[in-house]
Structures are given as C-alpha cells and as structure tokens.
C-alpha cells in the first residue's frame, strides 16, 4: 500500500491537494481537513480526559480522586510534567496561569497533526482509488499537514502575535522599547546621544528578531516533519525500484526485507520525532514569551521560597 505514496515522489505525503478552488485560488485543501479531523480528534479526545480527571462521587472512596483510565492517566502525567517541570520554572507562577492553557493547546494540536500524518489514511485513498476507477492519486483527507510550511507558518505566526503582545502587557509599550533596545536605555541624554549608532543597530538586531524567532519555529517543525516522511518513503521506494527493475522474486524479496526492517525503525523514530517536536515547538515559545517578561519575578519567587525555607528551620526546634 505505501508504493502507492511513494512511486512518483517520495514527498507526497506532505505535499497538500486543492479539492476546491475559485478561478486560481484555493478554496479548500486536503490538509485544511486533515487539520479539521485532527482539532476534532483533539476536542474529542481530551474532553473525554477532562471527564475522567474530574472527582467523582462521595461513595467512591478516595478513588473517587484517581483519574479514570489509562489514556486519560497518561495525558495528566504528560501535561502535570509539562506545566511543572518545563513551563513554570521558565516562566513563574504568575505567567503560567496565563498561557498555560496556550501553550498546553500548542503542544498537544501539534502532537495530534503529527500522529497523525504517521496513520496511512493517504495510502489507503490512493490504493481505494487505484483499484476502484484506475487513479492511484485519489486522496481528500489525510498526510501530514505539519509537514507543510503554510501550517507551520500559521502555528508561528500565532505564537509570535502571543508573544509580542505579552510583551506589552507585561513590560509595558515603554519597557518593551527599552527591551528592543537591549537595555541601553534609559540613558543620560548625553550617553543616549553617544551610543544613538549602537542603539540603532540593537533596535534593527531584537525588530528582526521577532520575525525570526516564528521563522525558526516555524521551518523547524516544517523541516523535521517533511524529511522523517522523505526517508521512510524513500526506503519503500526502494522495493518499488525492484519490482520495475525486474531484479527477479530473490531480488526483489531481499530488498523488500532490508528496506522493510529499516522502514519499520524509522517508523519508530518518527513516532519519537513527532512527540519531540511538538515539545520543542512548545518549549521555544515558552523561552520566547520569557524573554518579554520581567526580570525580577523569578528572582522573587526564589527570595519567597529561601524565607519560606528559612522559617520552616527556625520553626522546626520550636514544633519538636
């Protein structure tokens, strides 16, 4: 079934197919479903984790507070690591309450897309295609939408509007000038004058830099998804060369195994690679959104913890 998605071109999984258009401009396109089914699946799905990780009834017992099931279990322990491990230590207690909910949608959406360009929903259209009316290319829903740089430029451009506009409400239009500034003001007005050149060319450096933080983010993803697809296509592109060559049934037997076992770990590492880019893609825009927050929060949450601390020994003699 794959030599159908990788006979002509071993991109085709990630390439997008225009389903309607209006004269020369696309109307609807088989990843603008396929991204329609994957934010569906993710409703659906985590609205069912949302019920199982409620409390339930008095007469449960303690039970009553263990989240039901073992998906749902593994979605919390996936999103209580992220938000206590990676998100809050970057960004503080105060910050995370806001975007956690962001940040946590990011994630998983990307995850879900991801996943979901490894089922072979396109394969199974075209080879339905292929053996119903003769046309090996029928495909409508399906492939991977996060392999396409429009999508991923989408998520990024999303992810830079969040974290310019944190940037406002959090340091202010002032300060947020000042950041881009990289700190050289305020300044004496005589200093300021003096280093006007150097200021200059720091206020050039951080505008380009907030085109390029969401560029990075968004070819990273785009980049990664499209060349996993390309080398698990290319090694089922080999038996397909046999069978055209006519190597002969050893020929084509051997090549179908050597490239089948290499198939199935690349498979493996693209299931690894699909989790891990939607963590970096996460992760990023949580680094991103800290560099527009105050400097001083962390520092006062450690001076809250080390006074908590220190109250805690001074109140241990007295509690013994």
Not at 7 to 12: E, F, L, R, W
Not at 213 to 227: D, G, S
Request: glycine share 8%; hydrophobic share 55%; net charge negative.
């Amino acid at each position: 079934m794959f030599f159908l998605a990788a006979a002509d071109d071993p991109t085709g999984h990630s390439k997008d197919i225009i389903l309607w258009s209006i004269g020369d401009t696309p109307v609807l396109t088989m990843h603008m479903l396929t991204l329609l089914l994957a934010a569906g699946l993710f409703l659906w799905l985590m609205n069912i984790v949302g019920n199982a990780m409620q409390t339930g009834p008095e007469t449960d017992g303690n039970e009553r507070f263990i989240t039901k099931g073992r998906f749902a279990q593994m979605i919390e322990a996936m999103i209580c690591w992220l938000r206590d491990e990676i998100i809050q230590p970057i960004l503080g207690a105060r910050v995370t309450r806001t975007y956690l909910p962001y940040l946590l949608t990011v994630f998983f959406f990307i995850w879900f897309n991801n996943i979901l360009g490894l089922i072979p929903l396109l394969d199974l259209q075209h080879l339905i295609g292929a053996v119903g009316w003769g046309d090996d290319h029928f495909a409508i829903i399906g492939g991977t939408a996060t392999g396409n740089l429009m999508v991923t430029a989408g998520l990024a451009v999303i992810a830079g509007l969040v974290i310019i506009a944190h940037g406002f409400r959090d340091l202010g239009p002032k300060e947020f000038f000042y950041h881009l500034c990289g700190g050289l003001l305020p300044a004496p007005p005589l200093q300021a004058i003096a280093m006007s050149p150097i200021i200059a060319l720091v206020l050039i450096i951080e505008l380009a830099g907030l085109l390029i933080k969401p560029t990075a983010l968004a070819i990273r993803l785009f980049a990664n998804m499209l060349a996993g697809h390309t080398l698990l296509a290319t090694l089922l592109l080999f038996t397909y060369m046999a069978m055209d060559q006519g190597l002969g049934l050893l020929g084509v037997t051997s090549v179908a195994v050597i490239s089948g076992v290499g198939s199935i770990a690349i498979y493996f590492l693209e299931i690894f690679v699909a989790t891990l880019q939607a963590f970096i893609f996460m992760f990023l825009t949580t680094v991103f959104i800290s560099l527009f927050t105050h400097h001083d929060e962390h520092e006062h949450e450690h001076e809250e913890d080390h006074d908590m601390a220190a109250t805690d020994v001074l109140q241990e003699p007295t509690a013994a």
